[in-house]
């Protein structure tokens, strides 16, 4: 175990329009036979990540929600992680408090603007399918969220603003979407990577593991700042976000998943190189 491959889904893994990662499936495939794990770390559900982990064959741990929980197969690690609790076949760990708590904050305190929005517990899943262009069976997995609450929002901007620092002065985590407001802990995906690799790191008794990231968006900067090798992967609506660091940083040319196989087919051929030279200088030095 030295590498750990950490990705989010829309826009990186999955292309922007098609949710289609056609393009990264052989790629996929030596990373799999390769033993490297993929780990999706997504503002996706953990119903939600149980089909995509199907369909793209992967078996290692995940994160949801937006780096609000780890979900870690049990064959992964050897012994049980600290503060982790057992759902079914995994190992969970959670970055914050759960749904019904920001479901009772919304509820006891945002009266004055019930009429501005609704919240996703209240919207059908028909009528999530139709906002969202999500099938009913996506939409439906899309709700059984686990840690937050995303709010449509119906008012007015001035509203909104109040609105969301009414929330923040309350405690709550309030991340803009593209189509909701998302209403919740503080959590993010760069935390989530942090505390799962050090759980390699301490049960394969590794502390030079590696990670990489790759993301497109915003709520992937967290996890590109924290990775040691970041990948921001091109999008075709916006810009690349800002990062702060300078260094092992790569931007892709091509976009979701062509990008996403363009870097790691590149990562992949330097380490090889790199393998091969360390070998040489060795046998150099070794004689
Ligand atoms: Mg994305």
Redesign the pocket.
């Known amino acids: 175990m030295e590498t750990l491959i950490f990705s ?5 893994l ?1 292309d ?1 329009f098609t949710y289609q990662s056609t393009a990264a499936s052989k790629t996929l495939e030596q990373l799999i036979s390769a033993n490297i794990p993929v780990i999706l770390n ?2 996706k559900t953990f119903a939600e990540l149980g089909v995509i982990n199907s369909e793209l064959n992967l078996n290692a741990p995940f994160i949801v929600e937006n780096g609000a929980a780890t979900y870690i197969p049990m064959h992964t690690l050897k012994t049980q992680p600290r503060d982790t609790v057992a759902v079914g076949d995994y190992w969970v760990k959670s970055f914050c408090l759960p749904r019904l708590y920001w479901l009772k904050l919304l509820s006891e305190h945002t009266d004055e603007f019930t009429k501005c929005y609704r919240g996703f517990s209240t919207i059908s899943v028909s009528t999530l399918s139709k906002i969202t262009g999500l099938s009913l069976d996506d939409a439906k997995r899309a709700k059984q969220r686990q840690y937050g609450e995303p709010i449509l929002w119906l008012g007015d901007e001035p509203a909104k603003t109040k609105f969301i620092d009414h929330l923040i002065d309350l405690g709550a985590n309030v991340v803009k979407g593209g189509r909701f407001i998302h209403v919740g802990g503080h959590c993010d995906k760069g935390q989530a990577l942090i505390w799962l690799t050090e759980q390699y790191r301490e049960n394969f008794n590794n502390p030079s593991i590696m990670t990489i990231a790759l ?3 915003e ?2 900067v967290s996890m590109l700042e924290a990775a040691d090798v970041a990948v921001q ?1 091109r ?1 075709p609506v916006h810009d690349f976000p800002t990062l702060y660091r300078q260094f092992k940083v790569t931007q892709t040319k091509l976009f979701g998943p062509e990008g996403w196989t363009e870097a790691i087919q590149d990562i992949l051929a330097n380490k090889l190189l790199s393998h091969s030279t360390n070998k040489i200088n060795s046998e150099v030095n070794h004689g």
């Open positions: 989010d889904l829309d826009g990186t999955l922007h997504t503002s993301g497109d968006g709520n992937d992967i999008s």
